[in-house]
T-cell receptor, first 111, second 115 residues
Framework: GENVEQHPSTLSVQEGDSAVIKCTYSDSASNYFPWYKQELGKGPQLIIDIRSNVGEKKDQRIAVTLNKTAKHFSLHITETQPEDSAVYFCESGTSYGKLTFGQGTILTVHP | DTGVSQDPRHKITKRGQNVTFRCDPISEHNRLYWYRQTLGQGPEFLTYFQNEAQLEKSRLLSDRFSAERPKGSFSTLEIQRTEQGDSAMYLC?????????????FGQGTRLTVV
């Protein structure tokens, strides 16, 4: 089955800095890579996703990059704000089948 | 129907008792997923449904766990003879296809504590 490794497990940045979270996956058949933000007491919420036929996708301050050869993808948050503080999860799999979550990254943005 | 709802939000039960959780997905979302999440970990896939058909079950889903989606709408997850190791947050999500992939909508989860 798919194995997804996510790093770092915790990330602390100053407001305005950039944050990068990386995931590696094992199943070469995976073709869909979403990222979620989870706030305390809530379920994960999709923030951005990318398919395997695309190398990069951007949505305002958030971007995701994918390297299919190396089997890794990354979340980039620029100009971080305190409200970006949360737990972030990557996921990997097939878009309408089974997907596997990473272990999560606790992001803390200090004002 | 504004989102995925799960009931109850919290459940405390004694070891050995049976518990049942309910998930109401967003209407017309035909894919429904169950996950288990423990503190500090990512959600672990348990099972998913296409309408009423259960398409895949994780090895994590022992014979004490059973999930149903009898009419292709709401789903239930039952845990029989609960153990302390079953204590976790149980999340439900429904997925809908959209351009470039699918979007998963998660409920707020049911937090189970087995004492």
């Amino acid at each position: 089955g798919e194995n997804v490794e996510q790093h770092p497990s915790t990330l602390s940045v100053q407001e305005g800095d950039s944050a990068v979270i990386k995931c590696t996956y094992s199943d070469s058949a995976s073709n869909y890579f979403p990222w979620y933000k989870q706030e305390l007491g809530k379920g994960p919420q999709l923030i951005i996703d990318i398919r395997s036929n695309v190398g990069e996708k951007k949505d305002q301050r958030i971007a995701v990059t994918l390297n299919k050869t190396a089997k890794h993808f990354s979340l980039h948050i620029t100009e971080t704000q305190p409200e970006d503080s949360a737990v972030y999860f990557c996921e990997s799999g097939t878009s309408y089948g089974k997907l596997t979550f990473g272990q999560g990254t606790i992001l803390t943005v200090h004002p | 129907d504004t989102g995925v709802s799960q009931d109850p939000r919290h459940k405390i039960t004694k070891r050995g008792q049976n518990v049942t959780f309910r998930c109401d997905p967003i209407s017309e979302h035909n894919r429904l997923y169950w996950y288990r999440q423990t503190l500090g970990q990512g959600p672990e896939f348990l099972t998913y449904f296409q309408n009423e058909a259960q398409l895949e079950k994780s090895r994590l889903l022992s014979d004490r766990f059973s999930a149903e989606r009898p009419k292709g709408s709401f789903s239930t997850l039952e845990i029989q003879r609960t153990e302390q190791g079953d204590s976790a947050m149980y999340l439900c999500a429904s997925r809908v296809p959209r351009t470039g992939g699918t979007e998963a909508f998660f409920g707020q989860g049911t937090r189970l504590t087995v004492v």
